[in-house]
């Protein structure tokens, strides 16, 4: 193809000539460019839509195929491995879920492939097991020990994981995690490319990285094989679009491609599509400017709350921020502060909690949507409110002083009313990301007599040893203000996550997911196979500790699973699963979503532990 363009958006550019062209379609889709609608009556019209289907096409003459692409949507996918890094990059219409189940099934090409990742992944991720019915070796991640938040494992864990399975074939984490906090890829891609296999990187929130020198360096950076992206997520394409990234020699590009094929459909969205040729010309054309506005508005928030130290802001202790371009590149790693669960932090994903304890991460989520501020998600500590290129200094503002108006309107006071946790069981914390309880306990928590089903099992012999997390140094206390430790008592260490303004502790414990995994697991088949109904019953969930998961348990957001199935149901897993319930998380995959009963294996299929 001729020298590439940056200033083009080949796909956009043809949709719009088609549209001003006006050829009569006698072609799929069945609307007509919208004219199905155009004779209704207003009441079923469909309204702006309408325009939306103007540009709406299928594989037609001039508009190329994303399955075989020798045109536009060739261009499009060059365009964007030389903006992000890539050697080659594929359009996926199907969200980063498309771009993580053809990975999975790239890498793990025959049924029994075994497959090293973190245990905090993406539900798509587990499906992509299954489908593959590949064997799982999970890693535990690494904690940090203030914010009680999983980020991913070490490279001595890697390490570990590849010198006690050679058979592995490749390697995948999560990087960032929900909350934008990350670390160092260099030394895993080192660890894989020494063993000869592929690190893979689910980067779905982290599409934007290494496109402005505030902002982390990417995974291609640090070394990945395959990169999966969010465009939607943090960048400007429509939901649904996302991209996928390769280089190196350890992925077979063409079964990939096929791979690829087989988990997207064979009619694209085109204005989906266009959205990502657009998201990467604005990065092309406007380069670090395109984030400007969105960084002042972070800016405008950080300031703010260092005159409201009621509220912090998660952040690492030390944070060693690579400058895109100069850091993490392949082969070079860069020293990590000693001990540091993470040491990066997406300056757009700003996470913040009430530092006097008092509001729990739910209910602050609530009073600032009663306020017209809309969180992305929260959990039972922090709220994230993801920033962007789009954002502006004004809505920072208005968030800021919704947040004045909440400290106004709640007492710092100790809730009166009853608590699930006894204030003996309590400690007050220190701030910022200062959270207290109990260290995780490690441990495999499967049976092994469970037959591979839609989920996990262990067949194979205890995996190598357990490893302690590591050794962190403290973090700082809330930033822009005095520690709220001295004033509080152990009962205000409580916090209000209910509507109803039930008492729960959040300091306890503040993550979506499960501890009680070894360092390194025995391998977990994986299977498609449907649980049986007459394996399985149905129990109250707080009878449910000691039984054997018979199905998906998944708080969404952020779809990482707290349990598989063939899980077993441990004591901590069923309190966080209780919290989140009267939090008023969200459930899916679960067959009572309100999660008052779990499906568990019955007695006579050793639902028992």
């Given at each position: ?99 993580n189940l053809a990975l999975i099934l790239t890498v793990c090409s025959e049924p029994g492939s075994l497959l090293i990742l973190q245990r905090n992944v993406h539900k798509s991720v587990i499906h992509g097991l299954m489908l ?67 690190l893979l990187v689910d980067e779905a929130h982290g599409a934007h990285y290494g496109q402005h020198p505030a902002l982390p360096a990417g995974a291609l950076a640090g070394g990945a094989d395959g990169v999966v992206q969010s ?379």
């Open positions: 193809m001729d020298k590439l363009q940056p200033g083009r958006a080949p796909v956009y550019e043809m949709l719009e000539q088609y549209r001003h062209k006006g050829n009569i379609s006698y072609h799929v889709p069945g609307h007509k460019n919208g004219e199905a609608y155009r004779s209704t009556v207003s009441a079923e019209s469909a309204g702006y839509l309408t325009e939306v289907m103007r540009y709406d096409v299928t594989e037609i003459t001039g508009t190329d195929d994303l399955h075989h692409p020798e045109g536009v949507i060739r261009e499009a996918q060059e365009l964007a491995a030389d903006c992000y890094g890539a050697e080659e990059s594929y359009m996926l219409v199907g969200g980063s879920t498309a771009g593959a019915g590949a064997r799982a070796v999970f890693l535990e991640p690494q904690i940090d020990p203030g914010s009680r938040l999983a980020v991913a494992p070490s490279a001595e864990t890697v390490q570990a994981a590849l010198a006690a399975y050679p058979e592995a074939a490749g390697v995948l984490v999560t990087m960032p995690n929900y909350y934008g906090m990350g670390s160092d890829l260099a030394p895993l891609a080192q660890a894989c490319h020494a063993c000869c296999v592929p465009t939607h997520k943090m960048l400007t394409a429509l939901t649904m679009g996302a991209m996928l990234h390769v280089q190196g020699p350890w992925l077979d590009r063409a079964l990939l491609r096929q791979r690829l094929a087989m988990v997207q459909s064979s009619s694209p969205s085109y204005p989906v599509m266009a959205s990502l040729d657009l998201a990467r010309r604005l990065l092309h054309s406007q380069g670090a400017g395109a984030f400007t506005a969105g960084l002042a508005a972070v800016d405008v928030l950080r300031r703010g709350l260092a005159a409201l130290p009621r509220f912090g802001l998660l952040q690492p202790a030390q944070p060693q921020q690579p400058v895109c371009g100069e850091a993490g590149a392949a082969g070079v790693s860069t020293p990590p502060l000693r001990g540091a669960a993470y040491v990066t932090q997406d300056p757009f994903k700003a996470v913040i909690y009430d530092a006097a304890g008092v509001l729990g991460g739910f209910e602050l989520q609530r009073r600032l949507e009663e306020r017209g501020i809309v969180p992305e998600m929260s959990d039972d500590r922090h709220v994230v409110l993801a920033f962007s290129l789009g954002s502006k200094a004004e809505e920072a503002a208005a968030l800021l002083t919704a947040l004045q108006d909440i400290a106004a309107q709640t007492s710092l006071a100790a809730p009166q009313t009853g608590g699930s946790a006894a204030p003996s069981d309590l400690e007050p914390t220190t701030g910022a990301d200062h959270v207290t309880g109990p260290e995780p306990t490690a441990g495999s928590d499967h049976i092994s007599d469970l037959e591979p089903v839609s989920g996990l099992d262990l067949t194979a012999d205890s995996g190598p040893g357990q490893s302690t997390y590591s050794d962190t140094a403290a973090a700082p206390a809330p930033q822009g203000g005095e520690s709220f430790s001295s004033a509080r008592t152990a009962a205000q260490a409580a916090s209000y996550n209910s509507r109803e303004g039930e008492l729960t502790f959040s300091g306890h414990i503040s993550t979506w997911n499960n501890f009680d995994i070894p360092a390194v697991s025995a391998p977990v088949a994986f299977s498609i196979r449907p649980v049986a109904a007459g394996e399985t019953e149905s129990v109250e969930l707080e009878a449910s500790a000691g039984r054997i998961a018979a199905e998906m348990v998944i708080p969404y957001p952020p779809g990482i699973p707290l349990l598989y199935p063939g899980e077993s149901i441990t004591a901590s897993v069923c309190d966080r699963l209780i919290r989140l319930r009267i939090g008023g998380a969200k459930f899916q995959a679960c067959a009572d979503p309100a999660l008052q009963h779990i499906m568990v294996y019955n007695i006579q299929k050793g639902g028992e532990a």
